[in-house]
């Protein structure tokens, strides 16, 4: 029963994820062809795989708590937003800004929405005040950067990075921006270094949302982690001294 549930629930997100460019698109859609089809197999089987992959991490890392809906949820966004950006070089405000809201009306009135007091309370201090720094932290950061070189960022990349924010708070979306901005240079020179071409442009969506799930599983780890780093050499620096 419980593998047939992850199943039917990998499948859903999969095939809401793959018709979602269709909401926001303008392009009529082309008659198939045999490659159009192969094309379309791959990629549902890409995100079938990717849906099925995430909802055991998620079930790994936080157990199961009946939480199978919202581990879907919030996948199904990760997911659509990184795959909306990839295929159309947009992140709707349809989409993030009442994401935003929600999460803000969730700090202000402490529903009871387990998955969400499960990520918050695991392992690190987080509450709206947190949550609004972090995200104005990171808004100014960003748009330093697109200062220092215009358009290099979205505006949508932006909006979800602050909606990112008040998910996971301090220290954990900085895990996440930093995970993606390595992600996404990583892929960038492997993709120079196979085809030999200039990339002018590269979409952050789906970096953004590899490096939100990605801190969601082990963000915690990798603090402690650090910490522990840090301080052993401290330690080891003041001994030598």
Not at 2 to 8: C, D, K, P, Q, T
Not at 116 to 128: A, D, P, R, V
Not at 142 to 167: E, Q
Request: net charge positive; proline share 4%.
């Amino acid at each position: 029963m419980l593998i047939a549930s992850y199943l039917f629930f990998s499948f859903l997100i999969a095939v809401a994820t793959y018709f979602t460019p269709l909401l926001f698109s303008n392009q009529p859609s082309n008659p198939m062809s045999i490659n159009s089809m192969k094309k379309i197999n791959m990629t549902f089987f890409i995100l079938l795989i990717s849906s099925i992959a995430g909802l055991l991490l998620l079930s790994s890392k936080f157990g199961y708590h009946d939480n199978l809906l919202s581990y879907t949820i919030v996948l199904y966004f990760l997911i659509s937003i990184g795959f909306l950006d990839q295929k159309l070089n947009i992140i709707p405000n349809k989409i993030v800004i009442p994401l935003i809201l929600f999460l803000l009306l969730q700090h202000a009135f402490q529903w009871n929405i387990s998955f969400l007091n499960i990520l918050w309370e695991s392992g690190h201090q987080y509450n709206i005040i947190n949550a609004i720094l972090t995200s104005l932290w990171i808004f100014l950061f960003l748009s330093s950067i697109n200062l220092a070189k215009p358009r290099s960022i979205g505006k949508g990349d932006i909006k979800y990075s602050i909606l990112i924010s008040l998910l996971l708070g301090f220290p954990l979306a900085i895990i996440a921006l930093v995970t993606s901005i390595i992600s996404c240079t990583f892929y960038t020179y492997m993709q120079i270094a196979f085809t030999k071409r200039k990339i002018l442009k590269l979409p952050l969506g789906p970096y953004l949302s590899f490096g939100t799930f990605l801190s969601i599983i082990i963000g915690n780890e990798v603090l402690n982690y650090y910490l522990t780093l840090r301080e052993q050499i401290a330690t080891l620096i003041y001994t030598i001294n």
